[in-house]
């Protein structure tokens, strides 16, 4: 029978325990939680029209606000493969539909007044619950255009 036995280096072991710890920390505290450009719009109360109207502006675009309009749709439960790449889209931007499969969203729209690419622009957001969910900005145009919601800035630079 042998038997083994091993001095313990208190200092070292306090030195290997705090730097686990600080380890465990920074990645607790440091880590960015998802896409930040979502984790700000979708934290935004949007309560009535005024508030999506705002929404829009606060991505760069300009709305004739007196084109707005609000109506329910339902998010199908199953995605065929359309809906699979508009939700891909949506997940570009931070947003995924899935979560919300059968739900019924009020979904605004409106003109989009600014868009340097055409004039024949709408900027839609989907609400659930008073948050937004998802959206885009699109042309009315066949040779269009779609994009998910994301600042007017960031499509310019394309």
């Not at 675009?61 to 493969?81: H, N, R, S």
């Amino acid at each position: 029978m042998m038997i083994y036995t091993a001095k313990l280096n208190k200092k070292l072991l306090f030195s290997v325990v705090a730097v686990v710890i600080i380890v465990a920390l920074a990645i607790i505290f440091g880590l960015p939680k998802g896409n930040q450009s979502q984790t700000t719009m979708g934290s935004t109360k949007l309560k009535n029209e005024s508030d999506v109207l705002d929404f829009i502006a606060n991505l760069g675009y300009e709305t004739a606000d007196d084109t707005l309009v609000c109506k329910e749709v339902t998010i199908p439960g199953e995605f065929d493969e359309t809906y699979e790449k508009y939700n891909d889209l949506q997940k570009s931007c931070g947003f995924d539909l899935s979560k919300y499969r059968g739900k019924t969203v009020m979904l605004y729209t409106v003109d989009v007044t600014n868009h340097p690419e055409s004039e024949n622009v709408i900027a839609e957001v989907m609400v659930y619950k008073k948050k937004a969910i998802g959206g885009s900005i699109y042309t009315k145009n066949l040779d269009g255009f779609m994009y998910g919601l994301e600042k007017m800035e960031a499509k310019e630079d394309m």
